[in-house]
């Protein structure tokens, strides 16, 4: 199974309050924190480095501060040790930061602040090809879809690990009843439909999409938002 975690952004200076905030970085994430223009991409940098840790930490049982990263060559964090096949991701958008945790299965999440505005929407629409414009402009609410399309891509390619350098065209996305999804990807015909996305609204101002490698289940999810305590570790669970 897979855990999603969500943290409000304005929870974040409570579960750095609990967890040491930036003396938990390493000295690496400490510097490219200070290098983050304003206080808002640093609040929500922050976040995700605590967030990650907690979710990891729950997962395992292991001390918050064991936690190391590394950066793939698409800037995405990895760990920099294997610890049994473990796997996160990580997202963060204006007001909410996710965290999806998997066990020897690639995945992905992405979240976004919705509805998109106009100025958004138009770039955003003009990166699918023209089967996936056509679907958006037939849709009953062609902003929802659009951002319904967006999250789910942006999961299903950070899943994949290459993020947008694998272009979001060629990808289909079929709903198969209570927010699930499957994906059709020409380009990995054989590869794609093992991959299982949920969508979710965690908020009324916010969609989120998860995706995994073979995932079989719904995420389940911790919200931080609900409960800003960290947290214990619950009973180990076998590996996926």
């Known amino acids: 199974m897979a855990d999603l975690w969500t943290l409000p952004e304005e929870h974040v200076p409570e579960l750095a309050r609990q967890l040491g905030g930036l003396e938990l970085l390493s000295v690496p994430e400490r510097a490219r924190h200070d290098r983050l223009r304003t206080p808002g991409a640093r609040l929500r940098f922050l976040g995700g480095r605590l967030l990650c840790r ?17 950066r793939t060559r698409h800037g995405r964090p990895e760990l920099a040790e294997d610890h049994g096949g473990l796997r996160f991701n990580l997202s963060h958008t204006d007001g909410l930061i996710a965290c999806v945790v998997t ?17 958004t929407a138009g770039p955003l629409r003009g990166r699918f090809d023209d089967v996936q414009r056509a679907a958006l402009d037939s849709a009953p609410d062609p902003l929802l879809a659009l951002g319904e399309l ?16 694998h272009g979001v065209r060629e990808t289909r996305f079929e709903p198969c009843g209570s927010g699930r999804f499957t994906v059709t990807d020409t380009r990995r015909p054989d590869s794609g439909r093992r991959w299982r996305l949920d969508l979710l609204r965690p908020g009324p101002g916010h969609l989120l999409a998860v995706a995994v490698d073979g995932g079989t289940a719904p995420p389940y999810h911790h919200d ?17």
């Not at 907690?54 to 590394?70: C, H, Q, S």
């Not at 967006?150 to 350098?165: I, R």
């Open 54 to 70: 907690t979710a990891l930490t729950v997962r395992t049982g292991l001390p918050v501060d064991t936690w190391r990263f590394v």
């Open 103 to 119: 066990r020897g299965r690639a995945c992905g999440v992405d979240v976004e602040r919705t509805p998109f505005d106009r100025a």
């Open 150 to 165: 967006w999250v789910l891509t942006e999961a299903y390619l950070k899943g994949l690990g290459t993020g947008l350098a």
């Open 224 to 240: 931080l938002g609900a409960d800003p305590a960290p947290p214990r570790p619950p009973t180990p669970r076998p590996p996926l």
